[in-house]
Nanobody
């Protein structure tokens, strides 16, 4: 199983930006898809973005498309989530996820088997 450590969460004003990082260790990182999910207070965990093994393909949920960008640096075993034009509705705990079964980006929770602890992101109005 891969170990994931996220960083970059925090408090930001509406309209601002944050970049989350997720460093992976423990198994081959480069062969598989990575994703980001989030869970807002009182809500279920939802898919945000995912990226293929080589970064050549990405998918986003509609609510963040055009504002968030997922990327990865396989040489550093790190995946990133650049978040721009943040709104209070983006307030949530953000989880990095790693797959060991799929190389294409997946929106499906079950495609991922390793999860980071989740940095909180708070967007103030």
């Amino acid at each position: 199983q891969v170990q994931l450590v996220e960083s970059g969460g925090g408090l930001v004003q509406a309209g601002g930006s944050l970049r989350l990082s997720c460093a992976a260790s423990g198994r081959t990182f480069t062969n598989y898809a990575m994703g980001w999910f989030r869970q807002a207070p009182g809500k279920e965990r939802e898919f945000i973005a995912a990226i293929s093994w080589n970064g050549g393909s990405t998918v986003y949920t509609d609510s963040v498309n055009g504002r968030f960008t997922i990327s990865r640096d396989n040489a550093k075993n790190t995946v990133y989530l650049q978040m721009n034009s943040l709104t209070p509705e983006d307030t949530a705990v953000y989880y990095c996820a790693s797959s060991r079964t799929v190389s294409h980006p997946s929106r499906i929770w079950g495609a991922y088997d390793s999860w980071g602890p989740g940095p909180p992101v708070t967007v103030s109005s």
